[in-house]
């Protein structure tokens, strides 16, 4: 039996949204909050919001939010029961796992064995085998070589994805189509992974034409027993990075969906895990699906399964960590309605989505029914250049699909950020496309559907036209005889009234013109 512990003091090891998120869920679970900041975040909201706060280092993560030694210090000075490593940095980094329980502090994820396990993509393969959870045609160890490597894609036959053995998030992945093209790709894919994980060990996947990215919400705790939270589609990606999620998924049905639950629980069943995770899955075009990987933390995209089943996974986590037994069972677990997230970048998306940092002058955040956003920035505040330049997190739920779609069309045009660059208009672009509206898509859906093809900008026709009504008032501002006509239709003759008249002549609104401006 696993002894409880109620945590009392709480230091949250990263920045941004998700600090934000877990300093919520810790007020409300009464968990005193400690915070960490780097140089350039002393201003941050995550600091604001939190209990207390300390510094780290200097801006580059090496020197702060990556400093195991400097986060356990900080823990230790400030009495904390555990750390909550949210995601990124140092999540799925089990030295820090190790540092943790060598200091006493609960590390609010899974054990060290299990993350071992799943962290390794060669190895969860494997685990996945013994498990018959159904994975994608491919080998159990890394390649030794490039001439082993060319012998087993002609044996699994072209195309093929060449990926890291530590790799994830997107990172160290290659589509391969040819011999040729294996040839010349090989050792820059060793380097990139090399480089991104410091690990260059390679395997080899069939590439399953046109999938569907789906994967599955699941809790295990300390005593063995698992549950699903369902689903999340998560095929809308750019450069093998999600951007926009929902739930439910479109591509599969009842029956499947109860399969890849079981599935899910049945892999992490496989490595002993013992919290909250992600078990990852490639569906094809006949609803086959395959294990892809398992993250083991808590998902960016965790709030679209919030949303539609009312749990808090954040705080499902932490009780977890403190020894408490799940406190649902399967059955008592339901999907309600449809819920969708635009994860909004501090990118110019028409400069090939460069990052645009700077200082947030103007924010407005939506709102209304079913609107949720999670964020740490403000108005003031400033986007780094030094870390992942995601700002916010735009999520709504509605009774279904449809009416979700139009729900954040309707919650992107009143997002606007004054400053820099953000992809508010990009998701718009993806929002509007008529493929998505009718969920055909997959993983290739931004690079073929919105990216390639030729699309004008948005509100470029809306500004055009805007731009003409102001210049047509202005020159007839400048004849006395048609604007005293004007002024005597129009009223006092306010600009309000006489810019509301153009607008209305064009069939605008004045909110139109406002957006242009």
Request: charged share 25%; hydrophobic share 40%.
């Amino acid at each position: 039996m696993v002894a409880y512990k109620k945590f009392k003091k709480v230091l949250i090891a990263n920045r941004g949204e998700i600090a934000v998120r877990i300093c919520r869920a810790c007020r409300e679970m009464g968990i005193t909050t400690v915070a960490v900041y780097s140089e350039v975040d002393r201003n941050a909201l995550h600091v604001r919001y939190a209990d207390e706060a300390y510094y780290i280092g200097p801006a580059p993560a090496t020197d702060s939010y990556l400093r195991i030694d400097k986060i356990i210090e900080v823990a230790l000075k400030s009495n904390c029961d555990a750390i909550h490593p949210g995601y990124g940095f140092l999540a799925e980094n089990s030295e820090f796992v190790n540092a943790c329980n060598k200091n006493n502090i609960t590390f609010i994820g899974p054990n060290t064995q299990s993350m071992y396990i799943l962290g390794d993509k060669t190895r969860a393969r494997q685990k996945m085998i013994e498990a018959g959870v159904p994975i994608v045609p491919g080998i159990k160890d890394p390649v030794k070589d490039l001439n082993e490597a060319l012998k087993i894609a002609d044996e699994i036959g072209y195309p093929i994805m060449f990926k890291a053995s530590a790799g994830g998030g997107g990172k160290g992945m290659r589509l391969i189509k040819s011999k040729e093209e294996f040839q010349a790709v090989y050792d820059l894919a060793k380097g990139e992974a090399l480089s991104a994980f410091g690990d260059d060990r390679m395997y080899i996947e069939k590439a399953i034409e046109k999938p569907r990215h789906v994967e599955v919400q699941i809790a295990r705790d300390k005593y063995g027993t698992g549950i699903h939270l369902f689903e999340r589609e998560c095929s809308i990606q750019r450069r093998h990075q999600k951007v926009i999620e929902e739930s439910p998924s479109m591509a599969i049905n009842d029956e499947i969906r109860h399969k890849m639950g079981e599935a899910a629980v049945r892999a992490v069943a496989a490595a002993n895990y013992d919290s909250v995770g992600t078990v990852e899955f490639l569906v094809d075009k006949d609803m086959n699906f395959y294990f892809l990987e398992v993250n083991t933390r808590v998902q960016v995209e965790h709030p679209v399964t919030e949303l539609v089943t009312g749990i808090d996974i954040v705080k499902l986590q932490i009780g977890i960590a403190e020894g408490k037994p799940l406190p649902i069972k399967q059955e008592e677990v339901h999907q309600y309605g449809h819920a969708i997230e635009c994860r909004i970048y501090a990118e110019d998306p028409d400069k090939n989505f460069m990052p645009s940092p700077g200082i947030i002058e103007g924010l407005r955040l939506p709102g209304g029914p079913g609107v949720r956003v999670d964020t740490g920035v403000y108005e003031g505040a400033e986007i780094p250049i030094y870390y992942d330049p995601m700002a916010a997190k735009l999520l709504v739920w509605a009774k279904d699909r449809n009416a979700a779609i139009a729900r954040m069309q309707r919650a992107l045009s009143e997002f606007i950020v004054k400053g820099i660059k953000t992809t508010i208009p990009f998701h718009q672009k993806v929002l509007r496309n008529q493929d998505f509206i009718d969920g055909n898509i997959s993983t290739d859906f931004i690079d073929k559907e919105v990216l390639e093809k030729p699309q004008p900008r948005e509100g470029s026709a809306i500004a055009a036209i805007a731009a003409a009504a102001i210049a047509e008032y202005l020159r007839e501002k400048s004849l006395k005889n048609k604007l005293l006509v004007f002024k005597e239709t129009c009223g006092a003759g306010s600009p309000w009234k006489e810019a509301g008249k153009r607008a209305a002549m064009l069939g605008l609104s004045f909110g139109d013109i406002y957006k242009t401006s």
